[in-house]
C-alpha cells in the first residue's frame, strides 16, 4: 500500500534560520507529490506539487521542495524562516487514482 | 468565487443524535471527498466521489453516509453520532485528474459528548 511519511511531528527553528520538513513517499508507480499548508482554525492550502519535469518545484511564500527518486523523499525547504511561516505542514502523494494520501503532518514553530 | 464551502462551522451533538454536514463548491471540479482530521493523524479520508452520481468509501468509512446531490455539492450524513467521531471535518474538490490538487473547505468542528 502507499504510504507517506514526514519525520519530525514537530520542528522548531528560529526567525531567519533554514526551514528543512522531510518527507518521504512509497509508490509503484510514479509519483505526483504535494506539499499542502494549514494555518490555525483554517482548512489546507497548496504551497506546491511536482508532477513531472524539473525536479526542483518552487511554490509560494518562498518555499521549494526537490524530487529525489533515489531517495524516494519530497524534502520542503526555505532558505529563511518567517514568523508567518508557523503552521503545520502536510505532505502528499498521488498517481494511480485521483485520491491523495496524506502524511501525519509536521507542526513547525518559529522562534523570534 | 467562493471556493469549497461548508457548514456549520461548529456543532455539539450527544451521542445518538444524527446530522448532515454540507459542502458545496463553485468550481465545476467532478470529484469532491470528505475527510477527518485528528490530532497525530493527519488526513483520512472517509469517502469521495469521483464524479456526479459516483460515491466511494474512503479509508474510514464506518458510521458516515454520503451524498453526491449535483455536481455542486456533497453531503456527510452522521446517523448516530459516536464520541469517537469527534473531529475535524474537512471538504475537498478537485478537477478529478490523477496530478490535480484539492481544493479544500475551512472544516467543521465536531463535538460529540
Known amino acids: 500500500a502507499q504510504s507517506v511519511t514526514q519525520l519530525g511531528s514537530h520542528v522548531s527553528v528560529s526567525e531567519g534560520a533554514l526551514v528543512l520538513l522531510r518527507c518521504n513517499y512509497s509508490?509503484?508507480?510514479?509519483?505526483?507529490l504535494f506539499w499542502y499548508v494549514q494555518y490555525p482554525n483554517q482548512g489546507l492550502q497548496l504551497l506546491l506539487k511536482?508532477?513531472?519535469?524539473?525536479?526542483l518545484v518552487k511554490g509560494i511564500n518562498g518555499f521549494e521542495a526537490e524530487f529525489k527518486k533515489s531517495e524516494t523523499s519530497f524534502h520542503l525547504t526555505k532558505p529563511s524562516a518567517h514568523m508567518s511561516d508557523a503552521a503545520e505542514y502536510f505532505c502528499?502523494?498521488?498517481?494511480?487514482?485521483?485520491?491523495?494520501?496524506f502524511g501525519t503532518g509536521t507542526l513547525l514553530a518559529v522562534q523570534p | 468565487n467562493a471556493g469549497v464551502t461548508q457548514t456549520p462551522k461548529f456543532q455539539v451533538l450527544k451521542t445518538g443524535q444524527s446530522m448532515t454536514l454540507q459542502c458545496a463548491q463553485d468550481?465545476?471540479?467532478?470529484?469532491m471527498y470528505w475527510y477527518r482530521q485528528d490530532p497525530g493523524m493527519g488526513l483520512r479520508l472517509i469517502y469521495y466521489?469521483?464524479?456526479?452520481?459516483?460515491?466511494d468509501k474512503g479509508e474510514v468509512p464506518n458510521g458516515y453516509n454520503v451524498s453526491r446531490l449535483n455536481k455542486r455539492e456533497f453531503s456527510l450524513r452522521l446517523e448516530s453520532a459516536a464520541p469517537s467521531q469527534t473531529s475535524v471535518y474537512f471538504c475537498?474538490?478537485?478537477?478529478?485528474?490523477?496530478?490535480?490538487?484539492?481544493?479544500f473547505g475551512p472544516g467543521t468542528r465536531l463535538t460529540v459528548t
Open positions: 475537498a474538490s478537485s478537477e478529478g485528474d490523477r496530478y490535480g490538487e484539492q481544493y
Open positions: 509508490s509503484s508507480v510514479p509519483p505526483y
Open positions: 511536482y508532477t513531472t519535469g524539473a525536479t
Open positions: 502528499a502523494q498521488g498517481g494511480a487514482t485521483n485520491k491523495l494520501i
Open positions: 468550481m465545476n471540479h467532478n470529484s
Open positions: 466521489s469521483a464524479s456526479e452520481g459516483t460515491t
